[in-house]
């Protein structure tokens, strides 16, 4: 039977969330185009793997051949000096986009990051039209991919999601995430709905399990039609209120963006 993709490539595919989707992926397309600046090992059946390093832009306009779609997870994942952040996120991406729009890619599902926002606080609600406030150099760079995703959209109608993901990890590790996690199960579903939805023009979906608390209304990304099904509440026995509460300048806690708000906005070399 044949599925709904022929090519579809995943960037940052020897990454951690790259590992987890690299099977779940499969059903979606013929051929799974597996990319990294990091060996990835052998390909399987229906794969493709193509190292290469995304701040090279003759290499990523040959990877985007005959791609119908992207899932854009490789890059910098964590807070780093602005040079490093500036090849891998920010040329890296915007050679993808190019690469994509001239090789006839439909669309792009973005890992972005809640880091786009982590300088909201706990208190703060905020939905997709508010305005961003990154946290770190790492943050400004996912901003980066936001808008230059809005402008390829608007300018050649080269689709994009742009994932704002919390924290997808097996488990929360700490009473933060309780808020922010996404669990693997929920992540593959956000991706299915970005993917599949007819028409998704360039949306912002915050990328969250359906947690007791969230700081996040996902309202302006409804058509989607994203239901989390797992929630933080399982894990809420591994830090149990102890009375004590943080102090009040305890920055990895007032801040969404938790510890990258608090080590303050530069990089420590
Ligand atoms: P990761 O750091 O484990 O994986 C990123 C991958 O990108 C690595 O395998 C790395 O080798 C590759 N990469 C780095 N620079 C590259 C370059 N110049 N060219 C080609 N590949 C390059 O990160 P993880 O956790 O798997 O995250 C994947 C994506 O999702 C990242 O873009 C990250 O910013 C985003 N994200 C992840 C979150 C999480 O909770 N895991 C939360 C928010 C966003
Ligand atoms: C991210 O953007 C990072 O990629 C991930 O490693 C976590 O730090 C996550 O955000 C988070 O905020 O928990």
């Not at 992926?25 to 600046?37: C, F, G, T």
Request: aromatic fraction near 12%.
């Amino acid at each position: 039977m044949s599925k709904p993709f022929k090519r579809l490539l995943l960037t940052g595919a020897a990454g951690g969330l790259g590992k987890v989707l690299r099977d779940r992926i499969k059903p979606w397309a013929d051929v799974v185009v597996l990319s990294d600046i990091a060996d990835m090992g052998e390909a399987r059946e229906g794969e493709e793997i193509i190292q290469c390093d995304l701040a090279d832009k003759a290499a990523v306009m040959k990877l985007l051949e005959g791609v119908e779609a992207v899932l854009h997870f490789g890059g910098i994942s964590t807070e780093n000096t602005f040079e490093n952040i500036m090849q891998a996120n920010i040329l890296g991406t915007y050679n993808l986009y190019e690469a994509a729009h001239k090789q006839g890619t439909k669309r792009i599902i973005f890992a972005s990051s809640n880091h786009t926002i982590g300088y909201y606080k706990w208190t703060d609600y905020i939905d997709a039209d508010s305005p961003t406030r990154p946290d770190s150099f790492y943050g400004v760079s996912k901003c980066f991919g936001e808008s230059l995703s809005r402008y390829y959209y608007d300018r050649t109608g080269l689709e994009t999601v742009c994932l704002r993901i919390g924290s997808s990890f097996p488990e929360p590790a700490n009473p933060r995430m309780l808020v922010t996690w996404l669990s693997y199960d929920d992540l593959e579903e956000a991706l299915r709905c970005s993917l599949f939805t007819p028409r998704v023009g360039h949306t912002i979906l915050f990328g969250a399990s359906a947690n007791p608390a969230s700081w996040w209304d996902n309202s302006k990304a409804a058509h989607l039609g994203y239901v989390p099904k797992d929630s933080s509440v399982q894990f809420s026995d591994k830090f149990p209120d102890t009375g004590v509460y943080p102090a009040a300048d305890d920055l990895a806690t007032v801040y969404q963006g938790g510890g990258f708000a608090a080590v303050g906005p530069r990089y420590q070399d």
